[in-house]
């Protein structure tokens, strides 16, 4: 059974950095999709960056060039370094695992079926 957990949360004063991590128990397969979702009260959860198996890596257009989604494969985690920071950012993190994505593709990430962490609430003030 695989487990995802998130850590690195906080809170940041705006233009500062936070990285988070999500540390990944259980079987990973070859074929694997790992993202960063947020939510805010009220709202859905929006996709903030994706990465697949094969290394590549996409963002949600609003943290391009801020925000950085990489994994350390040795010790089974994700990370999301996030910098420039902008109130809002503020919202709860969550780490989601895909460990057998429909056709290969990361384009289902987020569904109710793929393994969520608990989240970690990142909070940036101005």
């Known amino acids: 059974q695989v487990q995802v957990a998130e850590s690195g949360g906080g809170s940041a004063q705006a233009g500062g950095s936070l990285r988070l991590s999500c540390v990944v128990s259980?079987?990973?397969?070859?074929?694997?999709?790992m993202g960063w979702f947020r939510q805010t009260p009220g709202n859905e959860r929006e996709g903030v960056a994706v990465?697949?198996?094969?290394?590549?890596?996409m963002y949600v257009d609003s943290v391009k060039g801020r925000f950085t989604i990489s994994q350390d494969n040795a010790k089974k985690t994700l990370y999301l370094q996030m910098n420039s920071l902008r109130p809002e950012d503020t919202a709860m993190y969550y780490c989601?695992?895909?460990?057998?994505?429909?056709?290969?593709?990361?384009?289902?990430?987020?569904?109710?079926?793929?393994?969520w962490g608990p989240g970690t609430q990142v909070t940036v003030f101005s």
């Open positions: 990465l697949d198996s094969e290394g590549n890596t």
């Open positions: 259980g079987y990973l397969p070859s074929t694997y999709c």
């Open positions: 989601v695992a895909d460990v057998s994505p429909p056709r290969g593709s990361c384009d289902y990430l987020g569904s109710v079926k793929n393994h």
